[in-house]
């Protein structure tokens, strides 16, 4: 889950390129492909980087293998599952997670729990989001036995904030055109 406190630019995920601002809030899955880059006002201070975000970093599975099984959890377990396309809020619902994120950092011990389990239920019960990746984006990506489609991604990652062209994936992929 990340929400940008400070900075706008360029942001991909998956096969999704959009712009950034402050106050963006996405839910990000795993093994999905994400990059922002600010805009060069953020990178090019004099007090250094003025780009700022807060992330909470969760497995599946960390509140035990059971927790999806209950089915009060099976809305939550499913938004979950959507995040493997990046999720963006907006929003009222947006706004509340905010909230509750940003007053996180002045409670401590059980509290952050329970403030994150509140994050938990607005995630489950909103439907003010928009899926970002395209839905087959990583199904048909194995890194196994597939080098060429891993350079090509790692270079579209690393180069997504200006014009790939095809004569730059096949040079970077050792191909080339007929």
């Known amino acids: 889950l990340v929400l940008v ?3 706008k630019g360029k942001r991909m ?3 999704h390129i959009d712009r950034f601002e402050q106050n963006d809030l996405l839910l990000i899955g795993p093994y999905l492909p ?4 600010c805009d060069q006002e ?6 250094g980087f003025q780009g700022e975000c807060i992330v909470y970093h969760f497995i599946h ?16 377990d499913m938004m979950l599952s959507k995040s493997s396309r ?33 994050i938990f239920h607005i995630l489950s019960t909103t439907e003010d989001y928009s899926l970002l990746s395209s839905p087959g984006f990583m199904e048909p990506f194995h890194t196994e036995g597939n080098e060429p489609m891993q350079k090509a991604l790692e270079y579209v990652v690393q180069n997504f904030h200006r014009e790939v062209t095809i004569k730059d994936m096949l040079s970077v992929t050792n191909m080339r055109s007929e």
């Open 42 to 47: 953020y990178l090019i201070h004099p007090d």
């Open 34 to 37: 994400h990059v922002w880059q």
């Open 86 to 118: 990046g999720i963006k809020f907006f929003g009222k619902d947006k706004e509340k997670i905010i909230n509750l994120i940003l007053n996180n950092y002045k409670k401590d011990g059980v509290d952050r729990l329970y403030s994150l389990f509140s």
């Open 5 to 7: 406190t400070k900075g």
């Open 61 to 76: 599975d960390f509140l035990g293998t059971q927790f999806f099984e209950i089915p009060e959890n099976r809305n939550l």
């Open 13 to 15: 995920v998956g096969d």
